[in-house]
């Protein structure tokens, strides 16, 4: 059964660089999509973006290019590097498996995910 | 940036059955499959369908969902306790190039 873990400093100070890590076990991470999804406090769930077991990346417009994705599949792990921080990025991050290569990102879902992390930016 | 819509609250009596909709547009629901989480208070959403009426094996037939056109529906039949919590849909925009979630379904028991 395939267990995401997110880890990653709970604290970010506004314009530093937000990083979590995901590691992945009980299970391969090839031929998978891996994604990143946050959550405000109290608020709905935004997608901030996938890569590919090959390194391809995608993410959401609206966070600019601000967002960095990298993996290791030797590690088993992902991760994501949100750059020039603020409030509005206090948030509970998770990661999630985002589907198989034999279906198009499209037409695929998230599962499982993390039990998700609380990143706070504040000074 | 596209906006998939949900009624923010749903409310119904144990064993009744109720019904969450999600409404779209072209570019998303209209076009691509949808899939719908559940988040009980305090934990990691869960995937409950999947492919616009697909359940995984894990979760009990109460739960089915539909699509046609640009809306989609989750519903709940038998509604239990354990039923209370936060419903999302979610889908790919083709205009957004990525995954948009529904504003979210609070689902109280009463």
């Known amino acids: 059964q395939v267990q995401l873990q997110e880890s990653g400093p709970g604290l970010v100070k506004p314009s530093e660089t937000l990083s979590l890590t995901c590691t992945v076990s009980?299970?391969?991470?090839?031929?998978?999509?891996w994604s990143w999804i946050r959550q405000p406090p109290g608020k709905g769930l935004q997608w901030i973006g996938y890569?590919?077991?090959?390194?391809?990346?995608k993410h959401n417009p609206s966070l600019k290019s601000r967002v960095t994705m990298s993996i290791d599949t030797s590690k088993n792990q992902f991760s994501l590097k949100l750059s020039s921080v603020t409030a509005a990025d206090t948030a509970v991050y998770f990661c999630?498996?985002?589907?198989?290569?034999?279906?198009?990102?499209?037409?695929?879902?998230?599962?499982?995910w993390g039990q998700g992390t609380l990143v706070t930016v504040s000074a | 940036q596209s906006v998939v819509t949900q009624p923010p609250s749903a409310s119904g009596t144990p064993g009744q059955r109720v019904t969450i909709s999600c409404s779209g547009s072209?570019?998303?629901?209209?076009?691509?499959?949808v899939n719908w989480y559940q988040q009980l208070p305090g934990t990691a959403p869960k995937l409950l369908i999947y492919?616009?009426?697909q359940r995984p094996s894990e979760v009990p037939d109460r739960f089915s969902g539909s699509k046609s056109g640009t809306s989609a529906s989750l519903a709940i039949s038998g509604l239990q306790s354990e039923d209370e919590a936060d419903y999302y849909c979610?889908?790919?925009?083709?205009?957004?190039?990525?995954?948009?979630f529904g504003t979210g379904t609070k689902v109280t028991v009463l």
């Open positions: 999630a498996r985002g589907g198989t290569v034999g279906i198009p990102a499209a037409n695929n879902w998230f599962d499982p």
């Open positions: 072209s570019s998303d629901i209209g076009f691509n499959t």
């Open positions: 492919s616009d009426n």
């Open positions: 979610a889908t790919w925009d083709d205009s957004l190039s990525g995954y948009v």
């Open positions: 009980g299970g391969s991470m090839t031929n998978y999509y």
């Open positions: 890569i590919y077991y090959s390194g391809s990346t």
